[in-house]
């Protein structure tokens, strides 16, 4: 099957971008979630094996505009500029949408996903020209700063559906960071990015691990900067720029989850030291003081709370 991709549309979605006005989207696409990260249009779409897209190289698109795209599940291959990215899970690939390119996704196995993001080339802290140099590389998911980068980026796709408006507006600078910090490392010219920016995208690395591992009772800051390979000095200075402190950030993200979790009338059977573990949660007295001084209820006062208000 054969997509004709390229050209744009009044909206600024990057389904205009894969199919104007030409074949339905319908046709290769399973299903898509667009969201709005401040200037960043991030859409997570799933579409059946042997898609093929390729351009009409037509110019209404903005050659200022710029898409990611980071396999969520499966694999292909995208060409563009005598270029060629085979790509796998967790794997990153620039491209521009305004030139021609071929994006082939594999026959074998099942619906292939990926997470888009369309922004504009002047969000980022390199020169044009070394941009454009990156479109069809590959970028590894798998060691380095390419794999911190796609496990923020992986971590997006599976969350995009619980985060609210207010959410996705501050992490549109972070996200902005993240990419490029990720087409730095990849030009080998992290000296071109600014020492804050390396920092944030760093930071929204370490943040999203630790969401990611907030059930184990072993995630300690020794453990966050062993795997992030930098000093437990600078983790915690990080985190001290911005007003936090490693542990207490932890404990306060847990908090969350156990809350949401007390607040779920379908969890009203869980014991509350059941749902207190699997947020990493070890000691039932120090988790009960702790809730208590961050709502001012007891955990069992505010689950009865939630009821009440369920019931109503």
Same mark, same amino acid.
């Given at each position: 099957?054969?997509?004709?991709?390229?050209? !744009?549309?009044?909206?600024?979605?990057?389904?205009?971008?894969?199919?104007?006005?030409?074949?339905?989207?319908?046709?290769?696409?399973?299903?898509?979630?667009?969201?709005?990260?401040?200037?960043?249009?991030?859409?997570?779409?799933?579409?059946?094996?042997?898609?093929?897209?390729?351009?009409?190289?037509?110019?209404?698109?903005?050659? !200022?505009?710029?898409?990611?795209?980071?396999?969520?599940?499966?694999?292909?291959?995208?060409?563009?500029?005598?270029?060629?990215?085979?790509?796998?899970?967790?794997?990153?690939?620039?491209?521009?949408?305004?030139?021609?390119?071929?994006?082939?996704?594999?026959?074998?196995?099942?619906?292939?996903?990926?997470?888009?993001?369309?922004?504009?080339?002047?969000?980022?802290?390199?020169?044009?020209?070394?941009?454009?140099?990156?479109?069809?590389?590959?970028?590894?998911?798998?060691?380095?700063?390419?794999?911190?980068?796609?496990?923020?980026?992986?971590?997006?796709?599976?969350?995009?559906?619980?985060?609210?408006?207010?959410?996705?507006?501050?992490?549109?600078?972070?996200?902005?960071?993240?990419?490029?910090?990720?087409?730095?490392?990849?030009?080998?010219?992290?000296?071109?990015?600014?020492?804050?920016?390396?920092?944030?995208?760093?930071?929204?690395?370490?943040?999203?691990?630790?969401?990611?591992?907030?059930?184990?009772?072993?995630?300690?800051?020794?453990?966050?900067?062993?795997?992030?390979?930098?000093?437990?000095?600078?983790?915690?200075?990080?985190?001290?720029?911005?007003?936090?402190?490693?542990?207490?950030?932890?404990?306060?993200?847990?908090?969350?989850?156990?809350?949401?979790?007390?607040? !779920?009338?379908?969890?009203?059977?869980?014991?509350?030291?059941?749902?207190?573990?699997?947020?990493?949660?070890?000691?039932?007295?120090?988790?009960?003081?702790?809730?208590?001084?961050?709502?001012?209820?007891?955990?069992?006062?505010?689950?009865?709370?939630?009821?009440?208000?369920?019931?109503?």
């Amino acid at each position: 099957m054969l997509i004709r991709a390229g050209g !744009d549309s009044t909206r600024v979605e990057v389904m205009d971008e894969i199919s104007p006005g030409g074949e339905p989207v319908e046709r290769f696409a399973l299903g898509h979630e667009v969201s709005e990260f401040g200037p960043v249009q991030v859409t997570l779409m799933t579409t059946m094996p042997h898609s093929i897209l390729t351009p009409a190289p037509i110019g209404l698109v903005d050659p !200022d505009v710029f898409h990611l795209g980071c396999v969520v599940r499966g694999g292909g291959v995208l060409a563009q500029d005598d270029r060629h990215a085979d790509l796998g899970a967790g794997d990153l690939v620039l491209y521009n949408p305004s030139r021609p390119y071929v994006a082939a996704f594999a026959p074998d196995g099942p619906a292939h996903q990926v997470l888009l993001l369309r922004f504009s080339r002047s969000l980022l802290p390199l020169p044009s020209r070394e941009v454009r140099h990156l479109s069809a590389v590959r970028l590894q998911g798998t060691r380095g700063i390419g794999a911190l980068s796609s496990q923020f980026l992986l971590q997006l796709a599976r969350r995009m559906h619980e985060l609210t408006p207010s959410d996705t507006a501050r992490l549109a600078t972070l996200t902005i960071d993240v990419l490029g910090t990720a087409l730095a490392d990849a030009l080998d010219a992290q000296n071109a990015v600014p020492p804050h920016t390396r920092r944030r995208a760093l930071l929204a690395q370490v943040h999203a691990f630790i969401r990611d591992n907030l059930g184990d009772a072993h995630l300690t800051p020794g453990a966050i900067a062993a795997a992030h390979h930098i000093s437990l000095r600078y983790l915690h200075k990080l985190f001290h720029q911005e007003g936090h402190t490693v542990a207490g950030w932890i404990r306060e993200r847990r908090l969350e989850r156990c809350r949401r979790d007390f607040a !779920d009338p379908h969890l009203a059977a869980h014991p509350i030291h059941a749902i207190a573990a699997r947020w990493g949660f070890t000691s039932p007295a120090h988790f009960s003081q702790a809730f208590r001084a961050a709502y001012g209820l007891s955990p069992r006062q505010f689950r009865e709370q939630r009821a009440t208000v369920h019931a109503d």
